[in-house]
């Protein structure tokens, strides 16, 4: 679903990204990637949601290279993957309600669409009552719940999970988690950056581990060694 | 495609009212913005009148002879009147200049005295010419000194006040040039503040602009209410600009008039109100929609 084709992504010639990455990620794979702080990982993601451009090689999604997509039609692919950041990064002029139904707006919902859905992903978070509170209203876990429900409302194909849960506190991060695993037994992809070692160890699937740019670990049932 | 239209006039529409601050102050600076302009217009309207008033006062009189011929005068004021220079011509009868003579001296005994003992009228009739343009004087004049009418012609008062005129007339060419140039100097300098204040807005928004971009909007419906909120910051200052105008042209008007004489400020802008408001609406709503997308283009290129 997800192809990397020997993608290098170098930003001078004293600092190298990534080197030659290639990888496949599988349709409602759960994947981990996990590395250092400066390993990558974010430089990964951002190749694939096209915020950047690589050096070399490709990045399919399906069989759509997103680097040859004009810049006008890569919100096309956007709306198919859901991102989840550390920061929230929530629309901070629009209560919850309304960050969540920017994403189906933006796609083009009706209203009916988005006053059946958007409840119905609140519920699932377990932010309704905080419906109409303002992101700088919530707590750090509300905050990453509710990008998470904006991430998911448009049912995308993949979800991104950019170290999610690098604001929040132990209990916080275990339901993020679980919401993560839920979203992915419905049959979502989810793609997940992070240097959470008792995450990793504890989800028992894939990771994927990368150092100065290379990938040096693929295992099915990965384990966090570094 | 209307859900997508009213979605955006909508957002445009909220992000207007929460972003309590930022609106206020950019309401602000358009409101000075088209106060600015507002006032170059006042002021343009204000010395065109007082130099048309000016230049209205300048004029060249023709004193003909006791001897000219009523036909004669006639054909000469027919021949000004063909000239594309002469604006208007008052025909001064030689009984007429008689009887406001008298009518001027009429306590001077020692000259109604004389007049009596004269028996004849000694006043020759004359020629009142109006150009339309200051500038234009000297070509008329050289017209009246061809040698076809010296014989009707006594004198043309222009020689005497040619410096004057010429003078005059600089003065009233400089001043029309400075005013343009001075408004449009000022006129420049308010767009300026105004572009950057709405640059400066849309800088806040910048980090929400990419999350926009990330969550998968298209341009036009991020674009979309920015473009709205501009026109709002438009419409409402040239709402505020008007009410504004009220109590000051109340209060100059008047002292304006007394001052440079003519035109009552107070009452142009009452009776152009709607000119006037459509004028700072147009401009209003111009400037807000073109800085809000000119500001916002270098935000989505992410």
């Known amino acids: 679903m997800i192809y990397f084709d020997h993608v290098s992504k170098v930003y001078s010639p004293t600092s190298t990204a990534l080197d030659d990455v290639s990888f496949t990620i599988e349709p409602k794979e759960f994947i981990s990637i996990v590395g250092k702080s400066g390993a990558g990982k974010t430089t990964l993601l951002k190749l694939l949601l096209a915020e950047e451009k690589p050096s070399s090689g490709r990045v399919f999604f399906e069989s759509q290279n997103v680097h040859s997509l004009p810049r006008t039609a890569i919100h096309k692919i956007r709306r198919r993957i859901g991102t989840i950041f550390q920061d929230f990064r929530l629309l901070a002029s629009k209560t919850c309600y309304e960050n969540i139904a920017f994403a189906m707006e933006a796609s083009g919902s009706t209203d009916e669409e988005i006053e059946a859905d958007v409840p119905q992903v609140m519920d699932l978070v377990g932010l309704m009552n905080k419906a109409w509170h303002f992101p700088h209203e919530l707590s750090g876990g509300e905050k990453q719940r509710a990008a998470i429900a904006r991430a998911i409302v448009n049912r995308p194909d993949v979800i991104i999970a950019d170290e999610p849960t690098g604001n929040l506190d132990p209990i916080n991060t275990w339901e993020i988690i679980e919401l993560l695993k839920k979203i992915n037994s419905m049959g979502t992809t989810v793609i997940l950056a992070t240097h959470a070692k008792d995450i990793i160890n504890s989800l028992d699937k894939r990771v994927i581990t990368i150092e100065d740019g290379k990938i040096i670990r693929d295992a099915k049932r990965g384990r966090y060694v570094l | ?302």
């Open chain 2, 1 to 302: 495609m209307s859900a997508y239209y009213s979605r955006i006039i909508k957002a445009g529409f909220i992000n207007f009212t929460r972003n309590g601050w930022v609106t206020l102050a950019t309401v602000m600076i358009m409101v000075i913005t088209l106060f600015v302009i507002g006032s170059i217009m006042l002021s343009n309207v204000l010395l065109v009148s007082v130099l048309t008033r000016i230049e209205k006062k300048v004029d060249v009189s023709i004193y003909l002879k006791t001897t000219a011929q009523e036909e004669d005068i006639l054909i000469l004021k027919s021949k000004l009147e063909n000239l594309p220079e002469v604006d208007e011509i008052r025909y001064t009868t030689r009984e007429e200049a008689l009887s406001s003579f008298m009518e001027r001296h009429k306590n001077n005994a020692l000259i109604t005295q004389s007049l009596d003992e004269l028996g004849d009228n000694p006043l020759g009739a004359s020629l009142n010419v109006h150009a339309k343009n200051s500038e234009q004087y000297e070509s008329v004049a050289m017209f009246l000194s061809s040698p076809a009418f010296s014989s009707i012609i006594d004198k043309i008062n222009y020689f005497q006040n040619k410096i004057v005129i010429e003078r005059l007339s600089n003065i009233l060419t400089t001043s029309r040039r400075a005013g343009f140039g001075i408004s449009l100097v000022l006129a420049v300098i308010a767009v300026l503040v105004a572009f950057n204040t709405i640059r400066l807005a849309i800088y806040t928004s910048k980090d929400e602009i990419s999350v926009m971009r990330l969550v998968g909007a298209k341009n036009s419906f991020i674009r979309g209410p920015f473009i709205v909120e501009g026109i709002l910051y438009g419409i409402i200052s040239a709402f505020v600009t008007m009410v504004a105008f009220y109590p000051l042209t109340l209060w100059l008007g008047p002292k304006a008039e007394f001052f440079f004489g003519g035109l009552n400020l107070f009452e142009y802008y009452i009776s152009n109100f709607f000119q006037f408001f459509i004028i700072l609406l147009f401009i209003g709503t111009i400037l807000g929609s073109f800085s809000s997308f000119i500001a916002i283009r270098r935000y989505l290129k992410v």
